[in-house]
């Protein structure tokens, strides 16, 4: 594939930011002309030929960066190869078995046409400001699930689509 590919996140502790550029970096060494971008910061889709959205788990939705950003460049998203990923859960459920999107996400991916989703492991700890953060964190039920082989080996997937013959036709 000759174009270019984004990696947008939405992240507000930093920890899918992390998960968006892991899988930037595998799509680069595949050969594959990519940025990562924050999601918010993302005004045109259009000079790229095929997307990657993550999305950190609020409350079951998407962090709102990404919501925005699928909603607004939804036209522009169902006529490109689009892969979408969750982050969230703070144990190793995600690492044990494939999580299904939440509803909220499911809706995402049917109306954007994904080729594909995934959940991978959260994280959250200490650097978290929010109230609820801070309490899940003084609770004990904070740490780092995020599981950088899986983002790897899904990555790893998406560079083989891409790099295939017609992999950008959509
Ligand atoms: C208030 C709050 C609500 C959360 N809700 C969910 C949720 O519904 N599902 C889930 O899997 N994880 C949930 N999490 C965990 C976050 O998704 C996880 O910490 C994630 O890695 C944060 O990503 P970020 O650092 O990119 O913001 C929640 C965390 C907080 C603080």
């Known amino acids: ?60 939705r998407w962090q709102r960066d990404a919501r925005r950003f699928a909603r607004r460049h939804r036209r522009a998203l169902s006529r490109r190869p689009l892969w979408l990923f969750s982050s969230g859960p703070l144990d190793s459920s ?20 994904a080729r594909g989703h995934v959940t991978f492991g959260g994280r959250l700890d200490e650097r978290a400001r929010g109230r609820i953060a801070r309490m899940i964190v003084q609770s004990g039920k904070g740490g780092d699930f995020r599981d950088f082989e899986a983002v790897s080996a899904w990555a790893d997937g998406i560079a ?3 790099n295939s013959p017609g992999g950008t036709s959509s």
């Open 94 to 113: 995600a690492s044990q078995r494939d999580l299904p999107p939440s509803p909220s996400v499911r809706r995402v991916a049917r109306r954007l046409d």
């Open 1 to 60: 594939m000759a174009g270019t590919v984004l990696v947008a996140y939405g992240s507000t502790y930093g920890s899918t930011a992390e998960l968006a550029r892991a899988v930037g970096a595998v799509l680069g060494g595949a050969g594959l002309a990519t940025e990562v971008r924050a999601a918010g910061e993302v005004r045109d889709v259009s000079a790229y030929d095929a997307v990657v959205l993550g999305g950190a788990l609020y409350a079951g």
């Open 160 to 162: 083989s689509e891409l």
